[in-house]
């Protein structure tokens, strides 16, 4: 494989990962019990996923190889806890597989017009929502950086989340007319 060949491949796999990474956590927070415990698992499926790219089939989706990986890694993860059981059936996790299989495409659909749409908000606004979402800071550590009070910044956050839901809303339904 030559460079380019080899730069291409790393793109597409985080493209695809990026897409998948929401499901497979899903499916492996649904399995796992102990928020550590799941994170350390996606942190697994992430790495069998890149280590074994090669053998990834283009031509099927990758959600379904994704969560394929997922369920090896969740019951390696059982093992090392010295259990042989599942906490779930076999036939349960399958059929979620299959479910955040078919969620997939929506769900990608949503997070591109939520994408579209916050570029369309205001910077004062994404502002307001990168402090509260991103930065994880309280409401009163919001109000004092936009100089505002705490109920004030309730309020404008209800109203940018309604923005946004209408938003993506009639974003979605562009696609599907």
């Not at 979620?96 to 939520?114: D, F, G, I, K, Y």
């Not at 929502?129 to 004030?152: H, K, N, W």
Request: proline share 3%; glycine share 2%; with cysteine.
């Amino acid at each position: 494989m030559n460079h380019e060949d080899e730069i291409d491949a790393r793109e597409r796999l985080t493209r695809l990962w990026l897409e998948s990474e929401p499901s497979v956590q899903a499916f492996v927070f649904a399995a796992v019990s102990g928020v550590h415990d799941a994170e350390d698992v996606v942190q697994q499926v992430a790495l069998t996923v890149a280590r074994r790219f090669d053998e990834y089939d283009g031509t099927r989706p990758f959600i379904a190889w994704a969560l394929w990986l997922a369920k090896s890694r969740i019951a390696d993860h059982y093992r090392k806890q010295g259990r042989e059981r599942l906490v779930f059936s076999e036939a349960l996790m399958d059929r979620l597989a299959e479910a955040l299989v078919l969620q997939q495409p929506e769900r990608t659909a949503r997070h591109e017009a939520l994408e579209h749409c916050l570029e369309k908000l205001p910077e004062k606004s994404r502002q307001l929502l990168a402090l509260r979402y991103e930065d994880d800071a309280p409401m009163e550590r919001v109000a004092e950086a936009i100089e505002s009070s705490a109920g004030a910044v309730r309020v404008m956050l209800f109203r940018i989340r309604n923005l946004l839901a209408d938003c993506v809303n009639n974003e979605l339904k562009k696609t599907t007319t």
